[in-house]
């Protein structure tokens, strides 16, 4: 069975230096088991976006590096794709870089008897997200929260 945190970790080592030789970031790898297949996915991002184009010049980059090396056990199948305008904002990092930013927070549990909330993002303050809303600065747990992504307005 596979111990997907060391797979990454791995993977992460053998690609990162093709997306800096590309001035690509790369945002996050998963290696998850979806029924009956495994996933190797990474996201990718920099400055102006990813395109289909950087997608798969990368993806052809890595998977001679990742057969070469061939550090993953099982078979897979291997994406590569930019994190999307919804961007899920997961390492504390991520919460200084968008700072300013429109964003949305899913919550576990209510606050307020809201699960939902939208606000420009302050950044991450002692282990809480901070967000500007409509109703002034809200402040959450980072552990009671479900997710962040950037807004999507149109």
């Known amino acids: 069975m596979a111990n997907a945190g060391n797979t990454v970790s791995i993977v992460e080592k053998l690609i990162?230096?093709?997306?800096?030789?590309m001035y690509f970031e790369i945002d996050n790898i998963e290696f998850v088991k979806e029924g009956q297949n495994w996933y190797l996915r990474v996201f990718l991002d920099k400055e102006g976006g990813i395109t289909i184009d950087d997608c798969e010049l990368f993806s052809k980059k890595a998977e001679k590096v990742l057969d070469e090396k061939d550090p993953v056990e099982q078979a897979y199948i291997f994406e590569v794709s930019s994190p999307g305008l919804d961007k899920p904002l997961k390492k504390?990092?991520?919460?200084?870089?968008?700072?300013?930013?429109?964003?949305?927070i899913?919550?576990?549990?209510?606050?307020?008897?809201?699960?939902?909330?939208?606000?420009?993002?302050?950044?991450?303050?002692?282990?809480?997200?901070?967000?500007?809303s409509e109703d002034g600065e809200i402040s959450f747990e980072q552990k009671s929260v479900a997710?962040?992504?950037?807004?999507?307005v149109f």
Do not use: M, T, W
């Open 16 to 21: 990162k230096p093709i997306a800096d030789d």
């Open 147 to 152: 997710s962040v992504r950037l807004a999507v």
């Open 92 to 104: 504390d990092s991520d919460f200084e870089k968008y700072a300013g930013r429109l964003v949305d």
């Open 106 to 132: 899913k919550l576990y549990k209510p606050k307020d008897n809201k699960k939902e909330y939208q606000g420009e993002l302050k950044g991450l303050v002692d282990g809480n997200i901070v967000i500007l």
